[in-house]
């Protein structure tokens, strides 16, 4: 039989932000003061600046916002497995291929709530994805350390627009209503900038599909965590990690029926900044690029070559009008 949920998705994400902001711990005094490590500022209680330079790492978003009146316009790019069986001389290393690409406008409606949309092409057999998303910055790390982190909440709608599939009433794609073509991903977002050269992420999240494939879970909840670790002036190192809490049943289940495995998401890459410009060069065995596939959805592993070159560039433009 077709899978129908009869969830709310919608109270469901107000829900998860405000019990992960009461339940979840600040995290941990850093060792040395802040204030000290961010070159001796002598002001109490000023805002820490630029934690990360980018509003992502490689698959996790940071706390970062877009200032007021700023656009920024950012290209995501995926290629084909490195090695193993799908990869290799003969799909040049996986250039010849491209599992997701994803192309996004941000807008800065405050200097913390900015405002997202994006289009992707999608990596599994839901594809043609239209995103809407909010990011808000609720907490702002102190300098004087009387607040020890960020706290920035992440909420978006993806609508998949391809085909229905009419054949096969067990596929993930068996739309039979145009809600069945919505998920929905919320996340807190902790960060934490220990020094001028290292920042830490830690990420909750709380992903609810309204249709899956038959005997797939529809709620999931997962945690990330990454970090920035600063190269020199213009060169820093990322990473980040995801781990999804499937029912051990149901993945069982589908791993059998789907010939393929469930893993966690690692993603290591180089962040370049280049004037207007912020540059990502990075490797992950994520083969799609939007919260709500490569966190239930990653059946590559990098064990078995399974990991691809990536990209991602953006662009912020100002609309702010200058007093001559």
């Not at 739309?175 to 807190?188: A, H, L, N, P």
Request: one cysteine or more.
């Amino acid at each position: 039989m077709k899978k129908i949920n009869t969830n709310r998705c919608q109270h469901h994400f107000v829900t998860v932000l405000l019990l992960s902001l009461l339940g979840f711990p600040f995290l941990t005094r850093a060792q040395e003061d802040l204030e000290k490590e961010l070159g001796g500022m002598n002001s109490k209680g000023e805002k820490v600046m630029a934690t990360f330079k980018s509003g992502k790492l490689i698959n996790l978003h940071t706390n970062e916002t877009i200032h007021k009146n700023e656009l920024d316009f950012k290209v995501d790019h995926r290629f084909g497995d490195i090695a193993g069986s799908n990869g290799g001389v003969s799909q040049f290393f996986g250039l010849d291929n491209s599992t997701d690409i994803r192309i996004g406008f941000d807008y800065g409606i405050t200097d913390r709530l900015t405002v997202g949309l994006a289009r992707a092409k999608g990596a599994t057999a839901v594809q043609q994805l239209i995103e809407l998303n909010l990011k808000m910055r609720l907490i702002e790390q102190t300098t004087d350390d009387q607040i020890p982190v960020s706290i920035t909440g992440f909420l978006s709608n993806t609508t998949a627009a391809v085909k229905a599939n009419r054949e096969d009433p067990t596929a993930a794609t068996s739309y039979g209503k145009f809600t069945d073509r919505m998920s929905y991903v919320s996340q807190i977002i902790f960060a934490r900038k220990f020094s001028p050269g290292l920042s830490l992420v830690l990420i909750p999240t709380y992903i609810h599909r309204n249709y899956t494939q038959f005997n797939d879970q529809n709620d999931l909840f997962a945690l990330g965590g990454g970090g920035r670790l600063k190269l020199s002036k213009r060169i820093s190192f990322v990473v980040d990690y995801t781990i999804p809490f499937r029912n051990a049943q149901q993945k069982a289940y589908l791993e059998e029926v789907n010939l393929k495995k469930f893993y966690n998401t690692l993603g290591v890459g180089l962040e370049m900044e280049t004037g207007g410009h912020v540059f990502h060069l990075n490797f992950t065995n994520a083969t799609a690029i939007q919260e709500m596939q490569f966190i239930p959805e990653t059946t590559t592993t990098w064990t078995k070559g399974q990991y691809r070159w990536g990209f991602s560039i953006s662009r912020r433009f100002s609309f702010t009008k200058h007093k001559k």
